[in-house]
């Protein structure tokens, strides 16, 4: 295994990490009132800015780079149809701006709100039209201008990678330790 292999799949095994950092904090926030809505937020953007980290790490963006997606993907045994490909919420919420720019100039607005936490049929006003984030804690979904993307699955499949780099560098066949204060995962 070359050094840049070696690194990458540290890389990677650092963003699954904080990926399940993120989701125990995101569950964390539905347990006690000392958090508020921006950090719900906070953790919600740092999961999707490590999970699209571990998508450009396994698949490059840049063409010269595609061997070393390709060498990981094959190491670690990701499949061309793993759920962490999938780089559309991260990057709606990287170019968030661009897209709420596009959403106003689609239609005259009456109103709006953003950044909600509950399931969609809790967000009375505005009309479904009107929303532009709403993460839904109960089934892991957050619909962001009317697309909705569930977590569940591309979060699995962190947690899938992080076993399998366990498997490859560390200690074959051990079970990885859930992190402290992990409930059931």
Known sequence: MSLAT????????????????????????????????????????????????????????????????????SALN?????????????NLFEHFDEKVDEWFGAAERQGFSDRNVGSMEGVIIPSEKGRLRV????????TCLGEEYKLGPVIQAAYELYEAIQNRVGQPGKKVQPLPGELDD
Not at 78 to 90: A, E, F, G, I
Not at 135 to 140: I, Q, S
Request: hydrophobic content about 35%; charged content about 35%; proline content about 3%.
């Open 6 to 73: 070696f690194y990458f799949i540290h890389e990677l095994a650092e963003q699954c990490m904080f990926v399940k950092m993120a989701k125990i904090d995101l569950k964390k926030c539905r347990t006690t009132d000392n958090y508020g809505l921006d950090r719900e937020y906070y953790y919600l953007q740092s999961l999707l800015i490590a999970l699209g980290n571990i998508s450009k790490i396994l698949w490059p963006i840049k063409k010269k780079n595609e061997n070393r997606g390709i060498e990981l993907r």
């Open 78 to 90: 990701v499949k061309d149809d793993s759920p962490l490909k999938n780089r559309d919420l991260r």
């Open 135 to 142: 993460f839904d804690p109960e089934t892991w979904t957050l």
